[in-house]
């Protein structure tokens, strides 16, 4: 039960807590995502011979949150928040921060991939390996840079 001592938030101060949040939740995200690489990349599946169990489990763990990730950073936060509380946290600068994050995304993903034909004519890659490069420079990438965004129009 509410304190009725204690005013209720205004949709602006919900909107800003929760924005601290995300950004929270996207730079944790971020970096457990990085750090999961060098756990793929130690204990790399061999293509070669048929996948185990365990190996198409970590390999659809991989894709699904890949996918949540890319889902997180594409939403505007607050899905069950009012439509006022919505409006706030997706304003125009979190709007153009997420465009420029995404761009970045993109030209991220590209040059992975460019430099992963150029490395491939020198050393043996599977495509599950280079696809797998690819998608983890296009999803940190964005995240890494809208966090960096978002952080420093908090501290103007």
């Not at 602006?12 to 924005?19: D, K, M, Y």
């Not at 996207?26 to 048929?50: C, G, H, R, V």
């Amino acid at each position: 039960m509410a304190d009725p001592s204690k005013p209720t938030p205004t949709p602006g101060q919900i909107a800003e807590r929760l924005q601290r949040r995300r950004i929270r939740i996207i730079w944790a995200q971020a970096i457990l995502f990085l750090i999961m690489q060098t756990t793929y990349y130690t204990n790399m599946p061999s293509f070669d011979a048929p996948l185990r169990l365990v190996d198409q489990v970590k390999l659809s763990a991989f894709a699904v949150w890949a996918v949540a990730l890319m889902v997180l950073l594409a939403v505007s936060g607050g899905v069950f928040r009012s439509k006022a509380v919505r409006a706030l946290m997706d304003d125009e600068l979190t709007r153009a921060h997420r465009a420029s994050a995404l761009a970045l995304g993109y030209y991220a993903a590209m040059l992975a991939a460019i430099v992963l034909y150029v490395v491939s004519q020198y050393v043996r890659m599977s495509a599950p390996e280079a696809i797998h490069l690819i998608v983890s420079a296009g999803v940190l990438a964005p995240m890494l840079r809208f966090v960096f965004l978002e952080r420093r129009a908090e501290r103007s």
